[in-house]
Every structure is written in structure tokens, then in C-alpha cells.
């Protein structure tokens, strides 16, 4: 049976703020992305994501992101590369944290918003996110975009790389997500979201924007929880995989 992780950035609320539909959309994931306090989350939505998450049998992982609460991280700050590993070395510090007082593993980091193509960018800041991946444990994945620089450099320093696909996401022919300022970014047809997956997951292809079929190879599939119909556009993904023998499993598990 093949398996494949289904993912969703989660614990974003804070404060009196909620975003999101975690409670409902964590029955039918594998692994959650949990937003450690710089662009969303605060402590205690990340104790309850946590524990919601062991309850559900779903694999944690911390998202951290730029000190941007106003920005939800999306936008571009100058930092260098050692401010950039010390963010990261605190927030998934603080994250393990509460994955230890919950008596689960941490078992993924994902960087959050305009930080994985600023490390594609600038090698040095692949480097500054993987020693401090590295610092806090070399065991936990680092789940990022296919085929990236980046991927090197996290191997040669010893940690496990897992690639993601984005769902609703377009590709370019640099199999790179078409910006979302552009036509067609964004894939909102459920359908036509279930023939990706099912495409990815079977025949290791995507086809792009431009109407290329490339090579992509992704164990990890990404779902958002905080557009309108996500509940309803999990669930289906969920039910497609499924009916198509494709177990959902944590990546931890892969």
C-alpha cells in the first residue's frame, strides 16, 4: 500500500484572535505545523495544538516564522543569518518544549511564509535554519519544497529531508509555486485539487501551469485549514487518497 503525509499549518490563533478550523481539521490529517509565536501562536494555543494533536495520533511539527504578528510572517525582513538561526532555535525550542511536558516527539520543521524561498535565495540562510535544526535535535525532519538548494545542505549536515506538494498550489516549470499575485496561483476546484494528488502520488508527476508533466516526488501533501471550504476540501482529499489504497501517515512514519 503506498502512503503519503498529509499536512496543515495549525496554531496560528492568539490571544483573542482565532484563525483557522484546527479542531475540525485535525481528524483528517497526519502531521501539524504549529505556528510557535513570531507570526501567529502563542503559548497556550501551542499546548493545546500539541495535546490536541497526541490525542489525534497526528505527528507535530514546529512552523516558525519572521517576528511579524502584523504580517502573519509574509513579509520580507533584512535579517542576517545568525538572527535568523536564533529565531528558529527559539521558537522550536519552545515548541519541543511542550511536545516533551506532552510526551511526544517533535517530529518535523517547516519554515513559514517568505522563509523557505529567502533560504533558496541565500544559502546562507539554508545553513543558519539547518544548525539550528540541528542544535535542537538532528532527528527531526526538515519538511521543504522538492527539489530545492537547500536539501544539500540539510543532508550534509546529517538531518532527514522530506519534500512537500501544494494542493491548491500551481507550479511553474521550475517546479516552483507561481506567486499568488498572478492568475491561476491558486487552485480553489476540489476535483481538480483530488486529480493532483492522485497524479503525484501515482505517476510521481505534476502538471504545471503552462501545461508541462515534470518529475516530482513529494512524501508530504499540504493542506490549508483556514480558506473557505477547507473542512470540506480535507475531507475529500482524504476520502480520495483512501479509496484509492493510499494510506495517510505521519511522515515520522514514512
Not at 504549529?34 to 507535530?60: L, S, W
Not at 493532483?196 to 493542506?223: A, F, K, Y
Not at 470540506?232 to 515520522?252: C, F, G, N, W, Y
Amino acid at each position: 500500500m503506498k502512503k503519503v503525509d498529509l499536512n496543515c499549518d495549525m496554531g496560528e490563533s492568539f490571544g483573542h484572535h482565532k484563525l483557522g478550523m484546527d479542531e475540525e481539521v485535525i481528524r483528517y490529517i497526519s502531521s501539524a505545523n504549529v505556528g510557535c509565536g513570531f507570526h501567529g501562536g502563542d503559548p497556550h494555543v501551542m499546548r493545546k495544538t500539541v495535546m490536541m494533536a497526541k490525542e489525534n495520533g497526528v505527528g507535530v511539527g514546529a512552523h516558525p516564522g519572521l517576528p511579524d504578528l502584523l504580517g502573519f510572517g509574509r513579509r520580507h525582513m533584512d535579517v542576517t543569518p545568525q538572527e535568523l538561526e536564533d529565531f528558529f532555535v527559539y521558537q522550536i525550542g519552545a515548541l519541543k518544549g511542550f511536545c516533551d511536558a506532552a510526551g511526544i516527539r517533535l517530529q518535523h520543521v517547516k519554515a513559514h511564509g517568505v522563509l523557505s524561498g529567502l533560504a533558496e535565495k541565500d544559502l546562507r540562510m539554508a545553513e543558519a535554519i539547518c544548525r539550528a535544526i540541528s542544535m535542537i535535535d538532528k532527528d527531526i525532519l526538515w519538511l521543504t519544497y522538492f527539489g530545492t538548494k537547500t536539501r544539500e545542505i540539510a543532508e550534509s549536515m546529517g538531518l532527514g529531508v522530506m519534500a512537500e506538494f501544494y494542493a491548491d498550489r500551481a507550479y511553474n516549470a521550475e517546479r516552483l509555486l507561481v506567486p499568488r499575485n498572478q492568475a491561476g496561483a491558486v487552485i480553489h476546484d476540489v476535483a481538480e485539487i483530488q486529480k493532483r494528488i492522485l497524479q503525484l502520488v501515482n505517476e510521481g508527476t505534476v502538471t504545471t501551469i503552462d501545461g508541462q508533466v515534470l518529475d516530482m516526488s513529494c512524501q508530504s501533501i499540504c493542506v490549508h485549514g483556514d480558506t473557505p471550504g477547507a473542512l470540506e476540501m480535507v475531507q475529500k482529499i482524504r476520502s480520495s487518497l483512501e479509496a484509492h489504497d493510499i494510506a495517510i501517515t505521519p511522515l515520522s512514519e514514512l
